[in-house]
């Protein structure tokens, strides 16, 4: 069926609209509902597409490089220092044991060597997608069985490197040169100048991110052009998949170095909530892509062959991962996570299936019957998950995630959240620093955050009223935001999305004038703060100390007159849109200040002190 | 010759008839520091570090203010509670104060026959004085007898200078040696 690109893209999203929220509101997770939708409108069931689904797999599989890309930027590069033992560990024996197993078995099965060891490296790798989607989806990816799974997939990414260079061997002489992969520069080199070339590619990552991507991100930024910024951070991501697929490595792992890099950046937050929609996107593409491609008509043509090989694979899988969990000292009940989180076969299988078909070291049959295999697999990943939290995990009466191993903070989450660093937001950043409270402090003017990243100040670029920028700056876990943005404009912006979806946040907005207070009593805002009020009183205060009115007089009429004005604002607020009877009332108040203000008589303007007033008392005593 | 310190507090002085008389009777005195408590801390947020160490620097300290309420402003409460901290001015490790002399220097509106056992008042000022006496006692100090200018709503300007005169020649003694102490 020829159907046009936008008739296509109707379908998928129109797919992803209706299946989503259903596998929500099931408790089925989206990964899963999106793994329906595919199956559904694939060419199994009703045929909606048809058979271009392993390209727009391929083109999906972007999504995994962009959330590989978000994981590097959450992880501070220290923290993965800390990992390095579960990543070689782990991961290494994951990889090594599985591919042994495997090999072993398809040799039992009647196998030739190259063909059973191809499977055994194919079959070892999980599905980086499937499972932190999945993971993240419910939380789980800082427990022990998510750090666990993220080294062991780490680990998979950098072993897919030796593997795509063992592939053209085992398909023997007399078949060429061809790479699974699409042609890399790194083809006919000697292996020390591959080597040298692979280090180059991670070096100029590492360097450009420092030192060239930083500046630039500033000049973009500088131009406040919005959708720039998202030009420039998918720009970066993009080569960093040119680049890596240039000198044969995996884009996800380069694109993870890359994240890594920027870590630190104060650009940080802006990148995240940039990328993280098309992350989105991309990666229920892709799992939809796996939905239709599974073909549903060889595995009814066998069924138990097919599914006797899933389940025994999974197992497999399964027991290694547990093994090695219990060797790693990692709760029952985390192990069990890890292992069935990790159970399925990888996408990268797909590619190196067809890769072993054109060169014929598996069979066509053995190629379609393994893809049905994988695909099916990673189907049955997220009904597995499903599984543990609502059979396994109840059991161990935990919900939360176990204490074989401190929970990694990938997220800075700080009580305060300051919208706004300028001359007022940096004051109130300050004291709140003194008194021992973190704040995640965003501000819009990049030469600012610039020269307070110089001062060694945490400042994250980016635009408050954003709601998802909001959220990677724990919005949802902070308990107050401080909002001082430069103008009216943005501050009303950012009260209004605070409003709507952080509404548990309580709101401290500095305005600047009258009519600003006026808009934000209108919006609900009960904690607003006039920028000049008290610093005019202060001064008014050290003027009547100048000529000669006693200090605490002066700071008891400064509080006096703050109320008493802020009061009087409050009713204005409420007529101010009569414009006759605010202009009348706006009269009235001046005259009674003035009244007020001319009586030479502090106390009657200030009923409180009347205490310490002894005329009356003097009154009365000479009566007697 | 002995340092004074006083610490005064008066939340409205500008109103005060007889303690604005009082303070400028003394004012620029030899040996004697006028220490405005509400003047320098408006907000009450002492200073505790230097207020011991002016405690330090002096011999006799005097609490002077109007009778509130049989006892003094809430400065006085505050400084009190902030100031003779445990472990310095009290405790088994608390003599920083021990040998020195304290007193009060008050005034009321009532005349003194009010404040009599048969009077409107039905005690001396001198018992409303207790706190003051004991926490002077707990500080190891000597407590001396109140300087009191009485019947306040009734003095005349006159009366009130006169009273300044006799409370600045309190003070000379104080500060000289010739006052006998109880």
């Known amino acids: ?624 | 010759m002995a340092k004074i310190l006083i610490l005064f507090a008066h939340p409205a002085l500008e109103k005060s008839r007889v303690h604005a008389q009082l303070v400028r009777a003394i004012r620029g005195m030899q040996g004697v520091t006028l220490h405005d408590l509400y003047e320098i801390y408006p907000d009450l947020n002492i200073d505790v570090r230097h207020e011991q160490s002016l405690l330090l620097q002096h011999d006799i300290i005097l609490f002077q203010h109007p009778f509130y309420w049989y006892s003094a402003p809430a400065m006085i409460k505050q400084w009190m509670d902030l100031v003779l901290e445990h472990g310095w001015a009290y405790g088994r490790t608390g003599n920083a104060l021990r040998g020195k002399i304290a007193g009060s220097i008050v005034s009321t509106g009532s005349q003194e026959a009010a404040y009599h056992k048969e009077g409107w008042h039905r005690h001396p000022v001198n018992d409303f004085l207790l706190p003051f006496r004991q926490t002077a006692a707990l500080c190891n100090m000597q407590y001396l007898d109140p300087f009191v200018v009485y019947g306040t709503h009734k003095l005349s300007h006159q009366e009130i200078s006169e009273a300044a005169i006799s409370y600045r020649q309190m003070l000379e003694n104080l500060r000289d040696g010739q006052l006998k102490l109880q």
């Open chain 1, 1 to 624: 069926m020829e159907h046009s690109y936008f008739f296509i893209a109707m379908i998928y999203l129109a797919a992803a609209v209706i299946f989503i929220p259903i596998a929500r509101k099931l408790g089925l997770g989206s990964v899963l509902g999106y793994l329906l939708a595919g199956i559904v409108i694939g060419p199994s069931l009703m045929g909606f597409i048809g058979q271009e689904g392993q390209d727009i797999m391929h083109f999906a599989e972007f999504g995994v490089v962009m959330m590989l890309f978000l994981i590097g930027i959450e992880l501070e590069p220290a923290l993965l220092w800390n990992m390095r033992a579960p990543i070689l560990g782990l991961g290494g024996l994951q990889v090594l044991i599985t591919t042994a197993i495997v090999t072993g078995l398809a040799m039992l099965l009647g196998q030739p060597l190259n063909a059973s060891l191809a499977l055994g490296m194919t079959l070892s790798l999980s599905s980086t997608a499937i499972v932190l989607q999945s993971l993240k989806e419910k939380g789980q990816l800082s427990s022990a069985a998510g750090q666990s799974a993220f080294s062991v997939l780490l680990f998979q990414d950098i072993a897919v490197i030796p593997m795509l260079a063992i592939f053209p061997l085992l398909a023997g002489a007399d078949t060429g040169n061809t790479t699974p992969h699409e042609q890399t520069l790194r083809d006919n080199l000697p292996a020390w100048a591959q080597t040298l070339m692979v280090l180059g590619a991670v070096t100029v990552i590492v360097v450009a991110g420092r030192y060239l991507v930083r500046p630039l991100l500033r000049v973009v930024a500088r131009a406040r052009v919005r959708e720039l910024f998202t030009a420039f951070a998918l720009l970066l991501v993009v080569s960093i998949s040119v680049l890596m697929s240039l000198v044969g490595l995996s884009p996800a792992l380069g694109a993870f170095l890359g994240g890594i890099v920027l870590a630190n950046s104060e650009y940080r937050h802006e990148l995240e909530s940039d990328i993280e929609p098309f992350k989105g996107l991309l990666l229920g593409l892709f799992f939809m892509a796996v939905g239709a491609s599974i073909d549903f008509k060889l595995v009814l043509s066998m069924p138990w062959v097919i599914l006797g090989l899933v389940a025994a694979l999974m197992l497999i899988k399964a027991l290694t991962l547990i093994i090695l969990g219990k060797i790693f000292r990692i709760s029952i009940e985390q192990n069990l996570l890890f292992a069935m989180a990790l159970s399925q076969v990888g996408e990268f299988a797909f590619v190196l299936l067809s890769f072993t078909q054109q060169n014929n070291i598996l069979s066509q049959q053995t190629v379609s019957i393994m893809t049905a295999v994988v695909a099916l697999s990673m189907a049955l990943t997220p009904l597995l998950l499903l599984l543990h939290e609502r059979i396994i995990q109840p059991r161990f009466n935990k919900t939360a995630p176990d204490d074989t191993r401190e929970a990694d903070e990938i997220q800075e989450k700080h009580p305060v959240i300051i919208a706004g660093f300028g001359r007022f937001g940096n004051i109130v950043g300050r004291f709140l620093r003194v008194n021992g409270i973190q704040a995640t402090i965003l501000d819009l003017d990049s030469d600012r955050v610039d020269a307070l990243h110089n001062l060694g100040i945490k400042v994250y670029y980016g635009d408050a009223s954003r709601h998802d920028l909001l959220a990677s700056a724990g919005a949802a876990d902070a308990k107050v935001i401080i909002i001082a943005m430069d103008t009216v404009e943005q501050t009303l912006e950012v009260v209004k999305v605070v409003r709507k979806h952080f509404p548990h946040l309580q709101m401290l907005v500095k305005a600047e004038n009258i009519p600003d207070t006026y808009e934000l009593m209108d919006l609900g805002v009960l904690h607003i703060y006039r920028e000049t009020l008290d610093t005019s009183l202060r001064m008014g205060a050290d003027a009547l100390q100048m000529l000669g009115v006693r200090a605490y007089q002066a700071q008891r009429n400064v509080s006096t007159f703050r109320k008493q004005d802020e009061k009087a604002l409050k009713g204005l607020s409420a007529i101010r849109n009569d414009k006759k009877l605010y202009i009348n009332t706006v009269k009235e108040r001046i005259e009674e200040l003035e009244k007020l203000m001319s009586n030479d008589r502090v106390t009657r303007w200030n009923p409180t002190a009347q205490g310490w007033d002894e005329q009356s008392l003097i009154d009365e005593a000479n009566q007697d």
